[in-house]
DNA sequence: ATATCATTGTTGCAAATGCAACAAATTAAT
DNA sequence: ATTAATTTGTTGCATTTGCAACAATGATAT
């Protein structure tokens, strides 16, 4: 049995990474509910994206945080009834469309939520020396190019 | 506006390769879709992690195709229904587990899909280089062994 | 001016997923 | 011997996701 072959699907570079990305959000899950920072993972990374980007539309928030449309609808109502973020009418190329912003309450619960994290991780061992992560980050980014050209996102 | 911040999440390696394997997913349903295979991407992956592995439990196999216990006996009555598979009572450490083996179909369709598969791939141009993709797998494997000793995966 | 197409966001529903609870079988403990 | 704990697989249900259809608005074409 030779577990090693490269013809098999379980030894392709696609299911390494997609194994990878399991560990991730499994341990950001863990993570988060363990903090019990009262923000889910995704919409952790839909404030931090927001605060980084600014007013953006939903659509262009939906390709940052890799969610379709209604998942990224329904992230922003729940965070919108909470009251950490508001949403507002605007243009963009002439056309009518939802931008939001966070609220002071949604800055303050991202900036408490990122010490708290940051402190976490600091106390977690190092999962890769900087050099490995750098050049993990170049391959990977190698690989975003090369797929986007095959792949249609549709989002 | 500092997009590169590397203090925000969608900066991190984390984000990275959740994107990456989402792209990567897309890819495959679509490529399956379009070639009219009559399996999934994952349903392809299981058969062909048994045609590696062999005889092995339905618990051993989710480990491998890194879905959950019920997920995993889903899939599995499905390719059992449609005759890809047989099922048979085993024993692991003097445990009683199911077992399951590819049927004479199951091989043939999984012959069959590899071998489009193969040609398919093979007319796409290559995304990355041979050492890109070596450094890409070291990497994520690194990753990998450093993540598994942080989460539980609860398999 | 009217019709057609494109973009953005929402709704609704089917499918997939995650998870807890359960059942069956075996081991370990007292 | 009885009880408790473990391992494996299944069931059921709540949540999430994916996708198609729709509504609203603006651009383009004839």
């Given at each position: 049995m030779k577990i090693t072959d490269e013809t098999h699907y379980i030894n392709t570079i696609y299911y390494k990474i997609e194994q990878a990305a399991k560990y991730c959000r499994h341990l950001g899950t863990q993570i988060f509910d363990k903090l019990?920072?009262?923000?889910t993972l995704d919409e952790f990374a839909t404030l931090d994206t927001i605060s980084l980007y600014g007013e953006i539309c939903q659509r262009d928030l939906a390709k940052l945080i890799l969610k379709d449309r209604p998942s990224t609808g329904r992230i922003l109502n729940s965070l919108d009834e909470r009251g950490f973020i508001t949403r507002f009418a605007d243009t963009k190329n002439n056309r009518l469309v939802r931008k939001m912003k966070l609220t002071k309450e949604g800055s303050k619960i991202l900036e408490k939520a990122s010490k708290i994290l940051k402190e976490y991780l600091a106390d977690l061992?190092?999962?890769?020396?900087d050099s490995e992560r750098d050049n993990l980050e170049h391959s990977i980014q190698m690989l975003k190019q090369g797929l986007e050209k095959e792949v249609e996102m549709n989002i």
């Open positions: 019990c920072l009262h923000l061992p190092q999962v890769l020396t």
